[in-house]
């Protein structure tokens, strides 16, 4: 019966993506079948540590996250674990043999969320490491189907995709960030007096980002490219957008994109891909 177990938990993995972000949900129902669950388990596992730091505002942080940090070793090394997010995570991370720095390096990130409200650069290049670019890396894993060679030559773009991710993140949730978790991941900005200047130098270094992932999107073995050419054009979307805004719209209210251009999103993508034109 233990295949009951094992389909639970991937269900809870499913769901947590499902619930907390329909855009991911979206761009992995476009991935071949044989992906779209590998990846829902680890959003799942990244969510629920995302969410100690984030929202658990009445209990102890730091005591949940190392809990949470040793169970996802132990089962991993068990290859089994009653919390059915960790139970999902550590089939993907044995089956498709993901590298156990990247897994350390992610709560590294979610360790200084606990004791870290700013930011010098070095320190803002390692969190969106560890929080974003590590996280494109499992992915990688799982798209390459332990093909080494292709993982090789794609990591630098996958690391590149990230990070836009992250730093677009990042200007969506300035007000949020700044008023509510008092951080500032953006080092030497000062968002009581952020200018035209300090927005126009970030969204540079993210446009910058979005150019070189899109050369390896390109390169990705077709049961992944189309499902993640949607998650970069919904990001870049959501970027075009923020560009336009003016700085104290950020600090305002959060830059969102509606499900009718999520839609047509997708169907540009995907005459684009039977044109061969991605």
Do not use: W
Not at 35 to 50: H, S, T, W
Request: with cysteine; aromatic share 14%.
């Amino acid at each position: 019966m233990i295949h009951i177990f094992q389909e639970v938990s991937e269900q809870c993995s499913k769901i947590t993506t499902e619930r907390y972000s329909t855009s991911f949900s979206s761009a992995i129902n476009l991935l071949h079948k044989d992906l779209r669950m590998p990846i829902y388990k680890i959003y799942g596992f990244v969510r629920f540590a995302d969410e100690i730091v984030d929202t658990f505002h009445e209990y102890d942080k730091a005591t949940l996250l190392a809990e949470f940090k040793k169970e996802t070793y132990l089962s991993i090394e068990r290859k089994i674990s009653l919390n059915p997010i960790l139970n999902s995570f550590q089939e993907t991370v044995n089956r498709y043999h993901i590298d156990h720095d990247l897994i350390e390096a992610f709560f590294k990130s979610m360790e200084s969320d606990l004791k870290q409200n700013r930011y010098d650069e070095q320190g803002y290049k390692d969190y969106i490491y560890g929080s974003a670019e590590v996280v494109g890396l499992m992915c990688l894993h799982v798209f390459c189907e332990g093909n080494k060679e292709i993982y090789e030559e794609l990591k630098p773009y996958a690391r590149s995709l990230g990070s836009a991710f992250q730093k677009v993140n990042f200007l969506r949730d300035v007000k949020a960030d700044s008023e509510h978790l008092h951080r500032i991941y953006f080092p030497g900005v000062d968002f009581n007096r952020f200018t035209r200047e300090d927005k126009h130098a970030i969204e540079a270094d993210i446009q910058n980002d979005f150019s070189h992932a899109y050369k390896g999107i390109l390169k990705l073995p077709m049961k992944s490219r189309f499902g993640v050419y949607v998650a970069y054009k919904y990001y870049l979307s959501l970027f075009r957008k923020i560009k336009q805004s003016q700085p104290a719209i950020l600090l305002e209210d959060r830059i969102r994109i509606p499900n009718y251009s999520k839609a047509m999103i997708v169907m540009r993508a995907g005459l684009r891909s039977q044109l061969n034109m991605l």
